[in-house]
């Protein structure tokens, strides 16, 4: 079993459940990609492309920010488990293409690019700590999500993400000192008229809108603390091998937990075992 790597994602997948985060970080077993967190990273190959450009003095072309979204969502489409909403994958391009183009129109404009997809590796509370942070600009840090519906505040996922990364720029020293962190969240919203003998392909209209979450300096040096004691609680208890089960994380979206199979196969089907004994194989293969 390898050691417990120290990022957001999976400091945040401990906080969900520790065990969860144990079967993806330590035994390296992939979950199944949702159609919806596959939208989230194809509208961010577009928006990326948008900004690398921007930050060279550049502006996308409509046709090069097709072919960004285009290149990324098949990339993308392999990995997606169309099963859990198999009306995603029609529409599924021009949605992203749909949010991506909005934010290049209305909110791009408006940054001041320092880097794009920044990687870092530091040091919090004395452990190693790496991440990438999707925008920075000279005095803020802005992550750009995708979501399902209007935000009705702030996430605890957004607050861990932006503490984190404040930590970092703050340690490392970049070429800017971030006093103030914003979400980029995009929302999408779709009408289909129905079909009529004078329309009998009736278009479909979508809507985005852009609902930015901001964060002052007091509410940021906030989250850095938050987030540097969840870094350092986390490391901990990895160290010592406590992955303890958090019930109220098994049946999430309506659906059990994909390790389910492995942590709980009482309540798991017989396929489900099966490809976890499969998984579990091939896992003891690769590690020697």
């Known amino acids: 079993m390898s050691e417990f790597p120290l990022r957001f994602s999976s400091v945040a997948e401990f906080l969900g459940c520790p065990r969860r985060a144990a ?29 690398r450009l921007q930050h060279a003095g550049l502006r996308i072309s409509e046709s090069e920010l097709e ?17 859990i909403d198999p009306d995603e994958r029609g529409p599924f391009v021009d949605r992203a293409l749909a949010m991506a183009r909005h934010y290049v129109e209305h909110v791009a404009p408006s940054i001041q690019v320092v880097d794009v997809e920044r990687w870092f590796e530091t040091e919090i509370g004395g452990y190693r700590f790496t991440g990438q942070i999707d925008v920075v600009e000279p005095t803020r840090l ?27 720029c703050e340690v490392e020293m970049f070429d800017t ?51 540097k004691s969840a870094i350092v609680m986390v490391a901990e208890s990895a160290a010592r091998g406590d992955f303890p089960r958090n019930p109220l994380a098994c049946e999430m979206w309506g659906r059990l937990c994909d390790h389910a199979a492995k942590c709980i196969p009482h309540r798991a089907s017989a396929a489900e075992r099966r490809a976890a004994a499969k998984a579990a194989s091939e896992a003891r293969l690769r590690d020697g």
């Open 177 to 227: 000192a971030p006093t103030s962190a914003v979400i980029d969240a995009l929302t999408l919203s779709e009408k289909t008229p129905r079909k009529s003998k004078a329309d009998p392909f009736p278009v479909t209209t979508r809507k985005v809108r852009h609902l930015p979450i901001l964060f002052d300096g007091d509410e940021l040096a906030e989250e850095k603390e938050a987030a």
């Open 67 to 83: 072919r960004a979204v285009n290149d990324a969502a098949a990339a993308q489409s392999d990995r997606v488990d169309w099963s």
């Open 142 to 168: 802005r992550d750009v999500k995708t979501k399902g519906r209007a935000p009705t505040g702030i996430e605890p996922r957004d607050r861990l993400q932006l503490g984190t990364y404040a930590i970092a």
């Open 23 to 51: 079967f993806r970080y330590m035994d390296r077993q992939q979950t199944a990609t949702t159609p919806r967190m596959a939208l989230g990273t194809v509208t961010h190959a577009g928006i990326e492309r948008a900004l």
